[in-house]
């Protein structure tokens, strides 16, 4: 039937047309923005991942910082150590040469003091962002004998969140403790014959004749410096593992954060090959529907024909 109330050929093309538009619309909207889901009307439940997932990874971001900020620390405090080392292993040797008779104790000492002041240069120096492990005071009320590094971020199956966090002891590290005197170079001890109190920071060897007794007490003192070589050693190679512990959780983070990534834009990006291919369909199809609507509603004017005389 035809008649000029309704035009069925029209209200199909119209219906056709329009649905086109708004496919060509999404594929405009998915190429401008490189998303197929760009918000939770798009796919709510990929839309609640992806936006979940971002914001771990900017919480990994963060902990990136940390574990950098926390290497820093660690090779501050290990920089000073190895340097420390080399001094008392000096200190060492000059002891063992003043074992020799006839040596001048008092220019012995005289380097040795040097040596001492320049550790504790070494300790108070080995400072970063505030904080120095190697010369604490113990007895601050703010001082903690463990410093927790953050080294992770996980969410559980529930949604719960954890942080990691890579523990290093100041109590084995630290030289200098202005609290008790319990560091690595300032711990005392006393000599079994002389009664000196000493610590590898403050002996003192410049009034030592060649006595038995003198040379046994500083017999302890070269074996008392030894130890603490020792001690400091096993400390470098503390912080030494830590530190390779913690580039090893760097580069783990970075690939995590990698790998979230790929997974968002597994569910949210858009393939732009697949859509610059529908895009031109859907260009066609428009242009297609815009002809079908304009031949439909050109056959309403035959009617006219009908009224003419």
Same mark, same amino acid.
């Given at each position: 039937m035809a008649s000029i109330l309704t035009n069925v050929s029209a209200m199909t093309a119209l219906k056709s047309l329009q649905a086109t538009n708004r496919s060509l619309e999404e594929t405009q909207s998915r190429i401008s923005t490189g998303y197929r889901v760009a918000?939770?009307?798009?796919?709510?439940?990929?839309?609640? #991942? !992806?936006?979940?997932?971002?914001?771990?990874?900017? !919480?990994?971001? *963060?902990v990136q910082d940390a574990?950098?900020?926390?290497?820093s620390k660690i090779d501050i405090a290990y920089t000073a150590t190895n340097s420390a080392i080399d001094v008392v292993d000096e200190i060492?040797?000059?002891?063992v040469a003043?074992?020799?008779?006839?040596?001048?104790?008092?220019?012995?000492?005289?380097?040795?003091?040097?040596?001492?002041?320049?550790? #504790?240069? #070494?300790a108070s120096s080995a400072s970063?962002?505030?904080?120095?492990?190697?010369?604490?005071?113990?007895?601050?009320?703010?001082?903690n004998d463990t410093k927790a590094i953050v080294s992770s971020f996980a969410r559980a199956s529930d949604g719960t969140v954890s942080i990691g966090t890579i523990a290093i002891s100041v109590n084995s590290a630290k030289l200098f403790d202005a609290a008790d005197q319990s560091g690595l170079l300032d711990s005392e001890t006393t000599t079994?014959?002389?009664?000196?109190?000493?610590?590898?920071?403050?002996?003192?060897?410049?009034?030592?004749?060649?006595?038995?007794?003198?040379?046994?007490?500083?017999?302890?003192?070269?074996?008392?410096?030894?130890?603490?070589?020792?001690?400091? *050693?096993?400390?470098?190679?503390?912080?030494?593992?830590?530190?390779?512990r913690i580039s090893l959780q760097v580069d783990f983070v970075n690939n995590l954060m990698d790998a979230i990534d790929r997974g968002v834009g597994t569910l949210v990006d858009a393939?732009?090959?697949?859509?610059? *291919?529908?895009?031109?369909?859907?260009?066609?199809?428009?242009?297609l529907g815009i002809q079908g609507l304009s031949i439909a509603n050109s056959s309403v004017q035959g009617i006219l024909s009908l009224f003419k005389g």
């Open positions: 918000g939770a009307s798009d796919n709510a439940a990929y839309w609640s #991942i !992806a936006t979940t997932m971002r914001s771990d990874n900017k !919480a990994l971001l *963060t574990l950098g900020l926390g290497a060492k040797s000059k002891l003043a074992r020799e008779p006839g040596v001048d104790r008092a220019k012995v000492q005289a380097e040795i003091s040097q040596m001492q002041q320049q550790l #504790i240069g #070494i970063f962002s505030g904080e120095n492990w190697l010369s604490v005071d113990s007895s601050d009320p703010d001082y079994t014959n002389g009664g000196v109190t000493y610590s590898v920071s403050t002996l003192d060897i410049s009034t030592l004749a060649s006595s038995d007794l003198d040379l046994a007490d500083l017999d302890e003192m070269i074996s008392y410096v030894d130890a603490a070589l020792q001690a400091m *050693t096993n400390s470098a190679s503390d912080l030494g593992a830590a530190k390779s393939d732009m090959n697949e859509e610059s *291919t529908r895009l031109q369909a859907l260009q066609v199809q428009q242009q």
